[in-house]
């Protein structure tokens, strides 16, 4: 394969910037520019100081030089990892030398691709570097690396032995009829595709968390006028990302943030306050809170303890959302004995959006519908790729336990065993369409 470069750090300016090379031959290239400080040829899998240099002789930069020879390496090509200082003058003009020498640019996920290819890793991991990338909370971040350093595969490759064994089995039988093979036991034959659907189910239904992990939850905050709804956000957000004052009505229109509580990351809206109103103003922003609930998984519902209930808390109760967590706010003031009694959430919590008490017990709420209590353990399905070949590898066991129940004949049993071993090795890229490898790769940055 050509060899290949790109900046590996992206194109801001930083302390400093890595440029990657790989390809048979990048070491040679690398040494017409790089002239190491030892003025000895540098040592495979060690830094080397020295300094990069334009063809008239001219300093590019000083940088740390890493060669890497085929098949230990990223890719498992040979490669060169050039460190220079950071400023996008000095990689652009790092780069144009590698190539006016020959090089190429490297497209979106080369590297990674090549690393694929070349036996490096597989798709599963391959696609966590992109999660670990996009990664915008902490869980998110450990599944991906979890993923990354193997977990999912390893639950396939657990599931993929345990169907595997079924085929062969069987093929031994009818292939050496006089080699007294023993044949297959229908009780466990029967338990190991039952154990194998158990853990392909629980696989396709971590599917939802995955979606939470990568894109977040879409949430609302709803209650009646001046029930701290713009001092929670605030509060959450730690800054003043709402106007907050005494005045009723001050919230006229919806104020989206994101925010991580509880392990989740939350695509929250702040909304104005639910009331009957005359001014239109008013009116269509009340409109607008009442679609940003419609619209959101997690409704967050503000109720004001230290004050009578009223028709419009009763307004806010009725709003509809997958999942509803009841926020009684200011606790730090006398309780009113006749404030609203919310029944019907998910959960109740009571908080001072003044004094921060009562946070964290929203933070576990939180966590528990969204799964952000449980710490990741990289087998969860992160993207529609995943989810669709797990689907279709559930679907073809569970097909095979019902026919293997029904007494069917053992080939037209393992059809569908088969054809669950094939989605599995779609998941994992032992066997994929080059299309569906190209498209998965463009998924990445430049460099990596």
């Known amino acids: 394969m050509s060899?290949?470069?790109?900046?590996?750090t992206g194109g801001v300016k930083a302390a400093l910037s890595v440029i990657r090379m790989s390809g048979e031959g990048c070491h040679e290239l690398a040494l017409r520019l790089f002239e190491p400080a030892s003025g000895k040829p540098p040592k495979t899998g060690r830094a080397s100081f020295g300094t990069l240099r334009a063809p008239d002789g001219s300093a590019i930069?000083?940088?740390?030089?890493?060669f890497s020879r085929a098949p230990k390496s990223y890719t498992g090509e040979d490669t060169v990892e050039l460190s220079v200082h950071g400023s996008p003058v000095v990689t652009a003009a790092v780069l144009r030398e590698l190539f006016a020498l020959g090089a190429k640019q490297a497209g979106p996920g080369e590297f990674t691709q090549r690393a694929f290819l070349n036996g490096k890793t597989d798709l599963t991991g391959a696609e966590a570097i992109v999660d670990l990338v996009d990664a915008r909370t902490e869980n998110a971040a450990r599944n991906a690396a979890a993923q990354l350093t193997g977990g999912l595969l390893a639950k396939i490759k657990e599931i993929y032995a345990d169907l595997t064994y079924l085929p062969a089995h069987f093929s031994a039988l009818v292939d050496f009829p006089d080699e007294d093979v023993e044949p297959a036991?229908?009780?466990?034959?029967?338990e190991t595709l039952k154990k194998a659907e158990r853990e392909l189910a629980a696989?396709?239904?971590?599917?939802?968390?995955?979606?939470?992990l990568r894109e977040g939850v879409p949430a609302a905050l709803a209650g009646r006028v001046n029930a701290g709804?713009?001092?929670?956000?605030?509060?959450?957000?730690?800054?003043?990302?709402?106007?907050v004052t005494d005045v009723p009505g001050t919230?006229?229109?919806?104020?989206?943030?994101?925010?991580?509580?509880?392990?989740?990351?939350?695509?929250?809206?702040?909304?104005?306050?639910l009331r009957e109103t005359d001014d239109p103003?008013?009116?269509?922003?009340?409109?607008?809170?009442?679609?940003?609930?419609a619209g959101a998984e997690l409704l967050l519902a503000v109720f004001d303890g230290s004050a009578p209930a009223c028709a419009d808390d009763e307004r806010v109760a009725a709003l509809a959302a997958p999942r509803r967590v009841a926020v009684i706010n200011k606790i730090d003031?006398?309780?009113?004995?006749?404030?609203?009694r919310p029944a019907g959430f998910d959960a109740v919590v009571r908080v001072s959006a003044r004094t921060g008490e009562g946070v964290d017990e929203l933070a576990r709420a939180v966590a528990e519908l969204f799964g952000g209590a449980e710490p990741p353990n990289g087998e969860i399905i992160t993207n529609l790729r995943q989810a669709e070949a797990v689907s279709r590898a559930r679907a073809a066991v569970s097909r095979a336990v019902e026919a293997t129940e029904a007494g069917v004949t053992p080939d037209a049993v393992l059809l569908d065993v088969e054809e669950g071993l094939s989605a599995l090795a779609e998941l994992t890229g032992a066997s994929v369409r080059d299309d569906i490898v190209e498209q998965i790769f463009s998924r990445f940055c430049v460099g990596k």
């Open 185 to 190: 036991d229908e009780a466990a034959v029967l």
């Open 333 to 340: 003031l006398p309780a009113s004995p006749e404030a609203y």
């Open 229 to 243: 709804k713009s001092s929670l956000l605030n509060l959450l957000c730690g800054a003043d990302r709402a106007i």
């Open 281 to 293: 103003v008013e009116k269509l922003g009340v409109e607008r809170a009442e679609a940003a609930a």
């Open 61 to 66: 930069d000083t940088c740390v030089a890493v």
């Open 3 to 8: 060899i290949v470069a790109a900046v590996a």
């Open 203 to 212: 696989l396709e239904a971590s599917k939802e968390r995955g979606r939470v």
């Open 251 to 273: 919230t006229r229109d919806t104020v989206e943030t994101e925010l991580t509580l509880g392990g989740v990351l939350l695509r929250l809206s702040d909304t104005a306050g």
